[in-house]
């Protein structure tokens, strides 16, 4: 029978921005190795596999054209967009994952959907490694890390826009992925970042949910204000809007429906 597919543009209100992923529901787990050859054929940064457990909780699996993620923020967004559009009544999901315990969905107004996820904290490092010194054409002036990735803070956004990374330097580091972050220019925003997945050959993510759960405690803190907007600075673009809550990070965007199709098996 075949497996119905759609993707959809995350944290973006425009078709052709924000970052698409790939949404495939299923009643029951696919294989693993077949969840893997999908998302390869697919060839996006992101296939969400979502499998009903009971009313308005689902499970959640992200494959990247490489193999499983641990957690994916704009696959979310996209798998909840899709939930939401075929089942209208529904305005709350659960999304239970392996690594980043229970995802608490919420249909907003306006066309909003909100993410809640567990606190990532970044955390200043002791040693900094050279490679991140050595990789970035501009100073930080700091360097924090969690266990997602290192981050690169800059006092200015043009840096953010200017700098260029030396992967040949950077392509070992662990964990494999950079985010460069600095306070907003713009009064619509508050901060921008950039993310890149350096085991992926300098591959620069669109539009990253995940990320945020560290980026909003540390500009929170810094900031002086729980609640945020953000503009990742990629050529796609992405604004996620952002808000603290204890333990948790609400983070919330739009979605658009590119293509919907179907997978022969």
């Not at 709350?92 to 066309?111: P, Q, R, Y």
């Not at 992925?177 to 306070?183: E, H, S």
Request: a negative charge; charged letters at 20%.
């Amino acid at each position: 029978m075949p497996l119905e597919i759609d993707i959809v543009d995350a944290f973006t209100d425009k078709l052709f921005s924000g970052n698409p992923a790939a949404v495939v529901i299923t009643s029951e787990w696919l294989a693993d190795d077949l969840m893997q050859s999908i998302a390869a054929e697919n060839n996006l940064a992101a296939t969400a596999f979502v499998c009903e457990q009971k009313d308005n909780q689902y499970a959640i699996r992200w494959f990247a054209p490489t193999g499983e993620k641990d957690v994916c923020g704009h696959a979310t967004l996209a798998a909840a967009f899709i939930l939401f559009s075929r089942n209208p009544e529904l305005e709350h999901i659960t999304f239970s994952t392996v690594s980043a315990g229970d995802l608490f969905i919420t249909k907003e107004n306006d066309g909003f959907i909100s993410m809640s996820f567990p606190v990532q904290q970044p955390e200043a490092v002791a040693d900094i490694p050279e490679a991140v010194l050595q990789g970035l054409s501009i100073p930080p002036a700091a360097i924090l890390r969690n266990r997602q990735a290192w981050f690169a803070v800059y006092n200015d956004e043009t840096h953010i826009h200017d700098i260029q990374l030396n992967m040949p330097v950077l392509i070992g580091l662990k964990p494999g992925n950079l985010v460069i972050t600095a306070p907003s220019s713009s009064e619509s925003f508050d901060f921008v970042s950039r993310y890149f997945r350096l085991r992926l050959d300098d591959i620069e993510d669109p539009a990253t949910g995940s990320v945020h759960a560290g980026l909003v405690p540390f500009w929170s803190e810094k900031l002086g204000k729980q609640t945020l907007t953000a503009f990742q600075a990629s050529p796609r673009g992405g604004i996620l809007h952002c808000d603290m809550e204890k333990k948790r990070v609400k983070i919330s965007g739009k979605a658009t429906h590119y293509s919907s199709g179907r997978i022969f098996i």
